[in-house]
């Protein structure tokens, strides 16, 4: 398929590449760090040579959200945004923006998202999990009070704000001790966003600002597949508890939130998603330079899904989405390819099975 949509894709400064060093084995980190900081070269030779049209970037994990200090989250958030605003300026045709943030200020981050939108035409944010505050020792998350006035922001401007993972803070790591392998993006970081994702779907969050669109990378972190019984059982855990929301988490689930294939290239756990959140708002993605573009993307142009659902979740949600506004229309090769309907999706699937 030519002509997608990657957004989960990440960029270092020079300051904030170290904090990716824990995600490579030592004799992989140079060429991690080369990747990271590499924008306009090899990056785009792989966007080419993958038929991906157009990258969104954003700072790598957990830099502005590890800054205990609020001046200094913010000056940070500040100089990465220009910094990405000038790349993007070099090939827009290629590249756009999503900004960093400094939630330990709240109101800050609301400018600098605003001004970020505004002024930098960036098309959204991506803000990496919780964010450390000097005085607390405590991970701060975003449905508590202090941020619904960010949240009405979010949703004035109409942009996504993707919320990225990050390891849990090594206070509440005691399930992983002995057990090291399970942090990062093994176990650690999908747990710690889903329960962040949680956190704001059984707020009330949504139901104060029902316009806001929240996108989860990694098939969504585990989430698709545990609705129905977050729901069931919350029925009467909530008799025992306080729950603010209106509704089931479901019904937040499926009208606020997106996901993305970063990082999960898998037909079954796709098509499984499909089916729990719509293909209308899955979202294609690869996880540059953490995961290789062509595992990526070969993956994606062969898995066993309906031709429209390939170019729904390769580039259309994304332009409808990011209001990338070019009107999309299948390639010559796209139209010669027959539709898979999603009862034979589901027989395909059952045939590599039993293959």
Request: charged share 25%; aromatic share 10%.
């Amino acid at each position: 398929m030519q002509e997608k949509i990657a957004l989960e894709e990440h960029f270092a400064l020079r300051e904030t590449v170290q904090d990716s060093a824990g995600f490579a084995p030592a004799d992989d980190w140079r060429e991690l760090e080369a990747r990271l900081l590499d924008i306009h070269d090899r990056r785009l030779a792989e966007m080419d040579g993958h038929g991906i049209e157009m990258m969104l970037l954003s700072l790598n994990a957990p830099a502005v959200q590890a800054i205990p200090d609020r001046s200094r989250a913010l000056e940070l958030s500040r100089r990465a945004n220009d910094f990405l605003a000038e790349q993007v300026a070099k090939r827009p045709d290629r590249f756009q923006g999503l900004a960093a943030l400094p939630m330990q200020d709240p109101d800050a981050a609301a400018r600098e998202l605003d001004r970020s939108v505004g002024t930098l035409g960036f098309r959204g944010a991506l803000v990496n999990g919780f964010s450390e505050l000097g005085g607390t020792d405590h991970a701060i998350y975003y449905d508590r009070k202090e941020f619904w006035p960010f949240w009405s922001e979010v949703e004035r401007l109409g942009v996504p704000f993707y919320l990225h993972p990050r390891n849990p803070l090594p206070k509440d790591s005691a399930i992983y001790e002995g057990h090291r392998w399970l942090l990062g993006p093994t176990w650690a970081f999908g747990q710690e966003t889903a329960v962040h994702a949680l956190r704001l779907m059984g707020s009330g969050l949504f139901d104060a600002h029902p316009r806001l669109q929240i996108i989860l990378g990694h098939m969504g972190e585990g989430l698709p597949y545990s609705m129905w019984r977050v729901d069931n059982h919350n029925k009467w855990m909530r008799t025992q508890n306080a729950y603010p929301a209106r509704r089931k988490i479901a019904d937040y689930f499926r009208e606020n939130f997106y996901i993305t294939t970063s990082g999960n290239f898998r037909t079954q756990t796709l098509i499984d998603a499909i089916l729990e959140i719509g293909a209308d708002r899955i979202l294609f993605s690869a996880d540059w330079p953490f995961e290789n573009i062509d595992h990526a993307a070969d993956w994606f142009d062969s898995a066993a899904i309906s031709e429209g659902d390939r170019i729904k979740i390769g580039r259309d949600n994304a332009r409808a989405l990011f209001g990338l506004g070019k009107a999309t229309t299948q390639s010559a090769a796209e139209q010669n390819v027959s539709a898979i309907p999603m009862e034979e999706t589901r027989e395909h699937l059952v045939r590599n099975r039993r293959a």
